[in-house]
């Protein structure tokens, strides 16, 4: 099998949902992938060239009245096959995370403790946050589950994100008291 980079994969999986222009596309990452997958807006259109190029994808005009012609993506049976083997492969290697609060507190000696106190909080905030955009998400993709075969998988990968969400805003209360404490 001839490996691809993520990116094209994450493109291959998204055709298989009713996003097939460059534009849905990049709607569907922002609303969704882009909570745990960054692929930006100048990586979509290369990729869909490759795919189109290796036959995994067929592109055709699409025009409407009023609108200007786009292109519109559709899988080939080799783009799926591609796709279902790479879905089927183990994972190569574990994810890995860059976290610029645990590089500044790696280093904290050499910080004020108000800033690390104000630090800590401020990230806490914006966890709680996105938790809050988790569960409004949750809300959205639960008013369309009878509708949509796709999700209880987008609900599985959204309580991963919940759960660890929840498990950072934990760890902050946890790391604030430790600070403050002496």
Known sequence: MKRYNDTTYAILGIL????NSGYAIKQFIDRSLNHFW??????IYPTLKLIVQEEL????????????????????????QTLREWL??????LPH????????????RYQSQENKVLLLQNYRQELEQRYQT???????IMAH???DEDSI??????????????????????????????
Request: hydrophobic share 35%.
């Open 97 to 108: 995370e860059r976290n610029e609060i645990l590089l500044k507190l790696f280093f904290g």
């Open 57 to 80: 994808a067929e592109v055709r005009a699409s025009s409407s009245p009023g609108k200007p012609e786009k292109n519109e993506y559709r899988l080939t049976e080799k783009g799926s």
């Open 145 to 147: 589950a009878n509708q």
């Open 134 to 140: 988790y569960v409004t998400i949750e809300q959205g």
């Open 16 to 19: 298989t949902t009713d996003c």
């Open 88 to 93: 089927e492969a183990p994972v190569a290697q």
């Open 38 to 43: 960054k692929i930006s807006y100048g990586q």
């Open 153 to 182: 998988y987008w609900l599985i990968t959204l309580d991963y994100g919940k759960r660890t969400t929840q498990a950072a805003i934990d760890w902050c209360a946890f790391t604030l008291e430790k600070l403050t404490m002496g």
